[in-house]
Every structure is written in structure tokens, then in C-alpha cells.
């Protein structure tokens, strides 16, 4: 019996070895076309930007040799040993990226500028890292210096946003250099030399680019893995072709040597076009801001098993070549190519930029919607559709602006090189920042000494500072484009933070107290009519102006009040079941709770309709937890403490939700099992709802299907019993949602700068998305309250 045992245990061993390959093979495989296409698309360009300007006429074998050392050297330093050995490492919960390491940070020190921060929050289960305690650690001289000055935590922000203005950069500037290189092709098989001419067909295939984005490039992506693959497997084979045929001596210049004899021979110009070398390692942070939809082993195993041999042999062919042709050198990657195979090749190309430049700009709208999560974005739409990869998003604004700015930037410069001078100088800021970044937490999160954290931040800070030093030589000839477009985007990021913590401010500052509300008795001085009203505020505790502000123009609410507040909790997603934080506000019979719905940057907002069904359940489940003495919310409290109901072992076997397509709102229900809840409506209410049901049908027929019941269970305390007839019969009648539509507006005796930022904070809300919309507010249910902000 013993070893048929072990046998069996055996076999289901070698079973689950074999997913695991099977699950490693396919991540990896995925990643091949939604995070190293931009990578892979480099050859097209470098060799062209290296050997530019006056480093023209400088060519011999020795000079090509060592721009290829160059070119070995970087990719090993940066994106090998950097990226995929090191940065992987970093990730925030299987997330990467510049607002993942910041949000690392904010998790293990106070360096969140988000005013709404609850103890709680520090209890979710994706807070800290499983087996990670740092309780035990003394907090770091540096550690303790950033908390305690808030202008340090400012510039940690200011910093972080940067990094996140210059990924935006990158979404419209790789898609003109790739485009523009895949065209240069047609100078050679289609002779076409006039500039004007390229330039326009560019702009033509960038506008079906964007517009493909805009009609869902998703529908399609099951095909990237598979072109990214052709493309690699065409330029391993080209490279190996060039090698054998031109120069097999090339593997010479792997010794860094040469890159003593490449500056030797150019001497200041070879200085002044460094930065085209680093264009070999651009789209190598995608391996790290993409980490999200992959896990660590996949992607390190594409990297250096695929993606890396295969550039190494790429550049050793060009280098080859052009040591026998060096008249080659501004169209290198197409001349290097058999004739036989150029349009095969050209065409693939195409595509491979297509696909790349589809990741990029998606990668874009991925950081745009973190930075609105963290409150440093306007509110723009966001699509969530069903993409092959899952949690991708589409955001139409972003999308056009990009495509704007690759028209210009494709028009405006023209010339292929001085592109790549603004999209290095974009994406080495990105890169810049990153280690940045990392370095502290490398101190602070993974208590490592600081001499480590200073080595690791000297060591590649200092090779990106002497490729900026290049860059910054090319100011004129393109490195300004991504430092102004920065400029106008953090301006209004940061613009957007501080308004909003302004606005933040004054309301705590002008809250109202609970217990002059509590003196009113149950019925708050009021009309109570049936329905469940749904506040939403951006205060965790409290009673929000806005409520008042409303009564006092309308002395009637509905029977059951529940104050939203939805915020942002420092952690990628937030599990389900830890999402809502459901409380009480002043005594039972009042009918006044609070929940807090805590999202992660990463997380999506649900279907409006899913979170009205889940916060009936959880109310419901806190009431039954708090009668039986597990919430601590005691009888007669202001605001009492608050609850993860979701937790429970019982949650969803006390109040059954169930679902009928001809089920009419208003009507009374008796079914086996649960008790008979009657809804108060008139008929003339009926029959206005019905007429709204009819202009809004779409809105509103998911709603309609479904029904609460009251299970027939035996309660110690009537009163239980009768607070949750009122809770489902309020739900029942319907919900309504209020938000306040503020006008903020500047002191009178405020600062210039102070008003400025204030009036193009206030400009911005009125000409941005409404809350509504980003909230998935339906708005036939929408009621809005008028406040005005004097900050």
C-alpha cells in the first residue's frame, strides 16, 4: 500500500511539474509580443544614429568594431544584468513599473502625499510582502530624514512624476521613429529619396496605427507572439548570414578594447553620438513595467534564452557588414539584407512595428490611469475591454494626443536621427529614474545597508549620466522635444495632486459634526422617503459638507444613507473579498452607514450595478455580524469602528441575492424559504420610472433582474430582523447617488503661484471627464450637489 502511495504521490508530482513548464513555456511566449517588440525593433536604427553627422566620414573597421562593443556592452550592462537579473526582483506584488516602486516605497514608510491613509489599510493581505517583516528592523537615517520633511516626500513625487511624463513621451515618440525606420527601406527597392515623400507616407501608416488602437488592436493580439517570433527568427538568421559571408572576425570586438579604439578614432564626436548607442536598449524597461501580466521566470527566461542571442548575432551582422561597406552605414539594417529577401523581410518588419508600437502605447495608457489612481491625472475615460491579455486598457483622449504628437514630431524633424536623439533622451530619463527608484528600495524596503544601495545607484547612474552627457549635446537637434512635452505634462500633473489635496483639506476642515447631526433625533429633522441614498465622498470619516448643503435646499432623504467613499490604497489590486470596509454612523435606528471601497492602482472599477448588489450584502452581513457582537460597533456610537465583512465564513448565506428576467421593481415577493418584502412606491412613481426605464433601457436592465430576499431565520433581536427588511425593501425601491459638483476656486489674498495652480486646477475639472463617469455612476440616478471651494 506504502509504495502504490508514492507511486501515486510520483506521478501527480511529474503532472504538476509538466503544467508548470507547460504555464512557463506559454507566459513566455505571450511576452514575445507584448514586451520585447520595441526592444527587438532597435536594429532598424542604431547603427544609423551612431554613425551620424559628423561621424560620416569616419569610418574604418576599427570604428565599426567598437560601436558594436559599444553596442554588446550596453545591451549586457543595462538590459541583462540591470533589468533582468536585478530589476525583476523589485517588483511590487508581480507588479513593475515607475508607480510600483513608488508605491513600494509608500507601503514601507510614510511617503504617500494621499491624505486618506487608514490603519486599516496596513491589515490587507497584499500590504506587505508574504514573509517580509520589517517591524523588527530599525528604520534607516534615510528613512526617518524623508518622513520627516514633507519637502522631500514632494520631491520624491515630482521625481516619480517625471519618470511617468517621459513613458508618455515614449508612447508617441517610438511609434515615429519605428515607423520611420520600417519606411527608410523603400529608399533602397523603391527609390524613393524625397524626404516630404517619406514623411508622408509615415503619417499616413502612424494614423492607421492609432486608429487601429481606437478600433480594438485586441481583437488581433492572439498574432503578436507569433510576428515578433518571425521577426527574431529573421534577424538571427540575417546576422548569421552577414557574419559567415562578410567578416567572421567580428567576435574580436566583444572585448571592450575596442571601445578604447572607437573613442581613439572619433574623439568628440564619437562622444557627442554616444546616444545613439543607447537606442539599442531601448523598450528594455517594458520588461519591468509590463511584469504585471507575466510572472518573473517566463520573462527572464524569454529574455536571455530568445531576445538577447538574437540581438548579440543582429548587431554582430550589421558590424560585419559594414566593416566591408561602409558607404552603408544610413540605410545599414536594409542594405545588409540578401536581395532576394528584402520585401519578405520589409514586410515582416511592418508588422513587428505595428505590434510593438500597439504594446507601447498601451503600456501609455497604463501609466496614465496609476497616476489618476494616485490623484496626479485628470479624470480621462478609460475602456476596459476584454483583451487577450486581461487588465489592458483603452483611453480615447490619451490615445488621439499621442497621435498627434507623432505626426508633429514625425513632420517637424524629419530627418530619422534627430527622432532618435528625443526618444533616447525620453526613455534614458525613464531608465534614469528607475534606478533611482531602486536604490531606495533596495535600502528601504529590502533593508539592505546604504553602501549597497549608493553602489547600485553609482554604478548604472553613472553609465546613464555619461549617456545624458550625449544627449545634452543634441539639446538643439531634438533632446528638447521630450523635456518640453515633460514640462507641459508634469504641470498639470502636479497641478492636478495639489488641487485635489487642497480640495481634500477643506473638506475635513469643514465637515460636519456627527453629533449635531445625531441631536435630531432618528428622522435628522427630515423627511425620510423609501430608497437607498448613496453619498459619495472622498472622506474616510465624517459627514461630508455636501450633505447638509443638500438637506438644507431639500429637507427630505431616503430611509437608508450610505456615505461612499472610494480611494486608492498604495498596493497593485485589493482582493474582493477586503474591498469594502462597511460601518455604522450613530445609533441603529438612524440608518446611516459607511463603506470604503479600497481599490489598488492597477484595480478596475466594476459595473456600477455589481457594486450597489454587493454593498446591500455587505450591509447586511454587518448587521448580522454586529448583533452577534464581531463588528465591536457599540450601540449609540458617532462613528463607529468599521468591519471586512467579506471575511466572514457566513458572508452571502443570510441574505440570498438571486437573479429573474421578469422581475418589475416596486412589486411585493413571496417566495419559499423568505420573507415577503413590500415596496412603499406609488403608482404614480411607478409609472415615471417606467417612462425612464424606457429612454435609458440599456442603463437600467441589468438592474431590474435582480432581487434581494430576507431568509425566514429565527433572530435573538427583532430589531435585526426588522433593520434588514428595511435594507433590502430600501434597495427595493431604488437607489440614488449624490455627488457634490464642485467649483474650487483661489483665496482672494492667496499667492500668484497659488492662484494659478488653483485656476488651472478648477479649469481642468471643468473641462475633464465627471466623476460620474470614471465612478460608472448611471446617471438617470445621478443626483448632483452644487459646493464651492475657496482654497
Known amino acids: 500500500m506504502s509504495s502504490d502511495a508514492s507511486r501515486e504521490r510520483g506521478a501527480s508530482t511529474v503532472v504538476e511539474l509538466k503544467f508548470q513548464y507547460r504555464a512557463l513555456l506559454f507566459l513566455a511566449y505571450q511576452s514575445l509580443g507584448f514586451m520585447f517588440g520595441d526592444l527587438t525593433l532597435s536594429p532598424l536604427y542604431v547603427y544609423q544614429s551612431i554613425f551620424s553627422g559628423r561621424l560620416k566620414k569616419v569610418q574604418n573597421e576599427d570604428a565599426i568594431f567598437g560601436a558594436f562593443s559599444l553596442i554588446f556592452w550596453t545591451l549586457s550592462i543595462i538590459s541583462l544584468l540591470k533589468y533582468a537579473i536585478i530589476m525583476l526582483s523589485a517588483d511590487d506584488n508581480g507588479e513593475g513599473g515607475i508607480v510600483a516602486l513608488y508605491s513600494h516605497l509608500c507601503r514601507n514608510a510614510k511617503f504617500c502625499l494621499l491624505p486618506n491613509h487608514q490603519a486599516s489599510d496596513e491589515e490587507l493581505s497584499t500590504y506587505h510582502k508574504p514573509g517580509s517583516s520589517n517591524r523588527s528592523i530599525p528604520p534607516s537615517p534615510l528613512k526617518r530624514f524623508i518622513e520627516k520633511h514633507k519637502s522631500t516626500k514632494t520631491v520624491l513625487l515630482i521625481f516619480v512624476l517625471l519618470g511617468a511624463c517621459m513613458i508618455i513621451c515614449v508612447g508617441a515618440l517610438m511609434p515615429a521613429i519605428s515607423v520611420r525606420s520600417s519606411v527608410e527601406g523603400l529608399k533602397i527597392e523603391a527609390k524613393i529619396t524625397n524626404k516630404s515623400m517619406v514623411s508622408l507616407i509615415s503619417c ?18 492572439f498574432v503578436f507572439p507569433p510576428i515578433i517570433i518571425l521577426w527574431l527568427l529573421t534577424i538571427f538568421m540575417i546576422g548569421i548570414y552577414n557574419v ?14 575596442y571601445i578604447y579604439k572607437f573613442f581613439r578614432l572619433t574623439g568628440k564626436d ?21 511584469l504585471g501580466y507575466y510572472r518573473q521566470t517566463p520573462v527572464r527566461a524569454a529574455f536571455c534564452c530568445v531576445i538577447y542571442p538574437c540581438l548579440v548575432l543582429q548587431y ?72 487577450w491579455i486581461p487588465g489592458q486598457t483603452y483611453i480615447p483622449e490619451i490615445n488621439w494626443i499621442l497621435m498627434i504628437i ?51 545607484a553609482l554604478f548604472f547612474g553613472a553609465i546613464e ?22 514640462a507641459v505634462f508634469m504641470v498639470v500633473m502636479y497641478v492636478w495632486h495639489y488641487g485635489s489635496r487642497k480640495k481634500y483639506l477643506f473638506d475635513m476642515l469643514n465637515k460636519v459634526s456627527m453629533r449635531s447631526i445625531i441631536t435630531l433625533g432618528p428622522s435628522l429633522g427630515i423627511v425620510r422617503v423609501p430608497g437607498l441614498g448613496l453619498i459619495y465622498t472622498e472622506l474616510a470619516t465624517g459627514v461630508p459638507a455636501s450633505f447638509t448643503h443638500f438637506l438644507t435646499n431639500l429637507p427630505a432623504f431616503y430611509q437608508v444613507v450610505v456615505f461612499v467613499c472610494v480611494k486608492t490604497v498604495p498596493v ?39 457594486f450597489e448588489n454587493d454593498l446591500v450584502m455587505s450591509i447586511a452581513e454587518y448587521i448580522q455580524l454586529e448583533a452577534e457582537g464581531c463588528s465591536g460597533n457599540a450601540e449609540g456610537s458617532v462613528d463607529g469602528r468599521m468591519a471586512v465583512v467579506r471575511t466572514s465564513g457566513k458572508f452571502g448565506t443570510r441574505l440570498r441575492m438571486s437573479e429573474s428576467a421578469g422581475f418589475e421593481e416596486g412589486c411585493s415577493i413571496s417566495l419559499p424559504g423568505a420573507l415577503t418584502v413590500t415596496s412603499s412606491k406609488s403608482p404614480a412613481l411607478k409609472k415615471l420610472q417606467a417612462m425612464y426605464e424606457q429612454e435609458s433601457p440599456d442603463e437600467l436592465n441589468t438592474r431590474r433582474r435582480i432581487q434581494f430576499e430576507l431568509l425566514n431565520v429565527i433572530y435573538k433581536d427583532p430589531r435585526v430582523k426588522e433593520e434588514l427588511m428595511e435594507l433590502v425593501e430600501a434597495k427595493r425601491a431604488g437607489a440614488a447617488y449624490v455627488i457634490g459638483h464642485s467649483h474650487v476656486k483661489a483665496k482672494w489674498n492667496s499667492s500668484f503661484l497659488k492662484r494659478f495652480a488653483i485656476n488651472l486646477y478648477s479649469f481642468l475639472r471643468k473641462n475633464c471627464r465627471s466623476p460620474a463617469v470614471g465612478l460608472n455612476i448611471p446617471q438617470i440616478s445621478l443626483i448632483k450637489v452644487g459646493m464651492n471651494y475657496h482654497v
Open 204 to 221: 499616413v501608416l502612424l494614423i492607421g496605427l492609432f486608429v487601429m488602437q481606437h478600433r480594438g488592436s485586441y481583437k488581433v493580439a
Open 572 to 610: 497593485p489590486c485589493v482582493p474582493h473579498e477586503e474591498r469594502y470596509l462597511i460601518g455604522r454612523i450613530g445609533p441603529k435606528s438612524y440608518r446611516l452607514y459607511r463603506c470604503i471601497v479600497r481599490n489598488g492602482y492597477k484595480d478596475v472599477y466594476s459595473h456600477q450595478n455589481d
Open 270 to 290: 564619437g562622444w557627442t553620438n554616444l546616444g545613439g548607442v543607447f537606442l539599442c536598449v531601448t523598450g528594455t524597461e517594458a520588461m519591468f513595467a509590463d
Open 244 to 257: 559567415i559571408k562578410w567578416n567572421p572576425r567580428v567576435y574580436q570586438a566583444l572585448s571592450p578594447y
Open 465 to 486: 549620466i555619461l549617456f545624458l552627457s550625449s544627449y545634452c549635446m543634441k539639446i538643439l537637434k531634438g533632446s528638447w522635444i521630450p523635456l518640453v512635452l515633460s
Open 316 to 387: 554582430m551582422g550589421q558590424a560585419a557588414f559594414l566593416s566591408k561597406n561602409l558607404s552603408a552605414v544610413p540605410i545599414s539594417f536594409y542594405a545588409s539584407i540578401p536581395d532576394i529577401l528584402f520585401w519578405p523581410v520589409f514586410v515582416v518588419a511592418a508588422l513587428a512595428v505595428i505590434v510593438a508600437s500597439q504594446a507601447v502605447i498601451a503600456s501609455t495608457f497604463s501609466i496614465v490611469q496609476q497616476c489618476h489612481a494616485f490623484e496626479c491625472f485628470p479624470r480621462v475615460k478609460a475602456v476596459h475591454s476584454r483583451r
Open 406 to 456: 507623432s505626426l508633429v514630431v514625425t513632420v517637424g524633424l524629419g530627418d530619422m536621427s534627430n527622432i532618435g536623439y528625443a526618444y533616447g533622451m525620453a526613455y534614458l530619463i525613464v531608465v534614469f529614474v528607475t534606478t533611482c527608484l531602486t536604490s531606495l528600495v533596495i535600502n528601504l524596503v529590502w533593508n539592505q545597508s546604504l553602501i549597497v544601495a549608493l553602489a547600485f
